[in-house]
């Protein structure tokens, strides 16, 4: 029932950038058509001065689903002008073309200028107001609104803009898409990842939108998934869509897909870290969130560390030069535990690491630098998506250990509820993430003691600018845009006291 693909039109639809090109010098634009033919896949850009423009060809590929679900298009323009206005539209063919667009070409990789990225996790998708839960799943939000991030985002570039967007982890929230239709084995979750994107599409089509992977971009495990594998579940598996859809600069760092890669903006490193499959302990090293479809092994074992010390290291010795003032890291899940100090958190300290940004907690939390051996650890993860409760109140009054009490046990409920679901059905169950993952985050600090320096589980996004050596953090509050939290994070140093391992 319901399994039929969701055609939205045959046109240019969910445009997107992304960095790319040696020194992080020029983009990568991909769209979608719903079309499973077309007659090509290219760029028409030009400076915002000039009427002239350039045609720039590049590739299209069939929807991992297969015919009936459209295709994917991408082209990395040439090296651009630095710093530079320039105009472009998307084309598949005489008619089918997108309207124009407009960008700012990324700085020169050496250049010591201000800019601003707009940093945050676990956004979703609209609100329950328009996404009501219409099929009761334990442990999920029933008021929630996403939209207030987008707006105040919206708010902010009609001000003062932001010049990139850093996703980490958890977007559109489609694996939950079955909870918000009308029929259990209706399969929506093509459609809600594809209505998402275009959701973003003001901000991605003029901003690059660089995304690291999250848990919710493992694969599709609602029961038209689960119940139909070979026509949906195994094509969704492994962070098949969320590797299809985006094309972050892997090759130009020796990363893997979109798995883990780094890039560059105004002599500042970033580097997504995969904190999702691919070493030991894993979230995801093995089986996805729903413990039954495979995921993982996206290299040799031992390449993704080897790969994470090289870019660090690489990275150390740029600062050493001069080339670069700070490294920044981002992933989707925050250190909270001994292994990931061991591990990760070790690489963080040898190479100093300024900042490290985080999601999956649904709320926000900033551990100083002394408690994280020189790094200051950032958890922001309170968006708005559909598992992250309306939150009242005065900022940062209400305690981690407070809020763990009443919301924190989500996750564990949700888990629970969705294998008494399954079993219920006669549906397989898998193995069970039944964790606390949501509460880990409130003794986080170095060797799991520790709360955070400042806690809230207000509906907000953060805002990251680099002005000469100094680093601003400000969270902004999504329904107001007052500033909620705020600091100023100075080149990597350790002391007697903090830096130990």
Not at 5 to 16: C, F, N, S, T
Not at 490 to 497: I, R, V
Request: hydrophobic share 35%; aromatic share 12%; net charge negative.
């Amino acid at each position: 029932v319901g399994s039929l693909p969701i055609v939205v039109g045959a046109y240019p639809e969910q445009v997107h950038l992304a960095l790319s090109g040696e020194g992080s010098s020029t983009y990568t634009i991909m769209w979608f058509n719903a079309d499973d033919e077309v007659d090509y896949s290219q760029v028409s850009v030009k400076l915002a001065t000039e009427s002239d423009s350039a045609v720039v060809a590049g590739t299209s590929e069939l929807s991992s689903l297969g015919s009936g679900y459209g295709t994917h298009h991408t082209v990395t323009l040439p090296k651009l002008l630095p710093g530079t206005l320039y105009n472009y539209r998307v084309e598949n063919s005489d008619a089918d073309v997108s309207e124009w667009f407009s960008f700012t070409s990324p700085p020169e990789k050496e250049k010591d200028e201000t800019f601003t990225a707009a940093i945050m996790g676990d956004w979703g998708y609209l609100s329950s107001d328009e996404r009501p839960w219409t099929i009761p799943v334990g442990g999920l939000a029933s008021k929630w609104d996403a939209t207030r991030t987008r707006e105040s985002l919206e708010r902010l570039n009609n001000v003062e803009g932001f010049d990139l967007l850093w996703l980490v982890g958890d977007a559109s929230y489609s694996d939950d898409s079955f909870g918000h239709v009308t029929e259990l084995l209706h399969f929506d979750y093509d459609n809600i990842y594809g209505s998402w994107m275009n959701w973003v599409q003001n901000i991605s089509s003029r901003v690059p939108f660089m995304v690291s992977p999250g848990n919710h971009e493992s694969e599709c495990h609602s029961p038209a998934c689960v119940l139909q594998p070979l026509k949906y579940g195994k094509k969704l598996s492994n962070f098949t869509a969320f590797n299809q859809r985006w094309s972050m600069p892997s090759v130009e760092s020796d990363g893997v897909e979109n798995m883990w890669y780094s890039f560059d903006w105004a002599r500042v490193h970033m580097v997504s870290i995969n904190t999702e499959t691919d070493f030991a302990g894993a979230g995801e090293e093995t089986k996805g969130d729903s413990g039954i479809y495979a995921a993982g092994s996206f290299a040799e074992d031992g390449v993704y560390m080897a790969w994470l010390e090289a870019d660090l290291a690489k990275a150390a010795a740029a600062r050493e030069a001069g080339e670069i003032d700070f490294i920044i890291a981002g992933g989707h899940r925050p250190f909270t535990d001994d292994e990931w100090c061991d591990t990760v958190g070790a690489l963080f300290l040898k190479y100093g690491v300024d900042m490290y940004f985080s999601g999956h907690s649904h709320s926000y939390s900033r551990f100083t630098a002394d408690q994280h051996d020189g790094t200051t650890h950032v958890v922001v993860g309170g968006a708005g998506n559909d598992e992250h409760p309306w939150a009242d109140g005065e900022p940062g009054k209400r305690t981690c250990q407070e809020w763990c009490k009443n919301a924190g046990g989500a996750s564990a409920a949700k888990a629970k509820a969705r294998h008494d679901l399954r079993a219920k059905a006669g549906l397989p169950v898998g193995e069970t993430h039944a964790t606390t993952d949501q509460c880990k985050i409130c003794n986080a600090g170095k060797r799991g003691a520790g709360e955070p320096a400042f806690f809230t589980d207000l509906y907000a996004y953060g805002l990251l600018k680099k002005e000469g050596q100094t680093l601003t953090w400000t969270l902004v509050h999504s329904v107001d845009d007052t500033v909620i939290d705020e600091v100023t994070v100075e080149p990597f140093s350790t002391t007697a006291e903090s830096a130990t391992i």
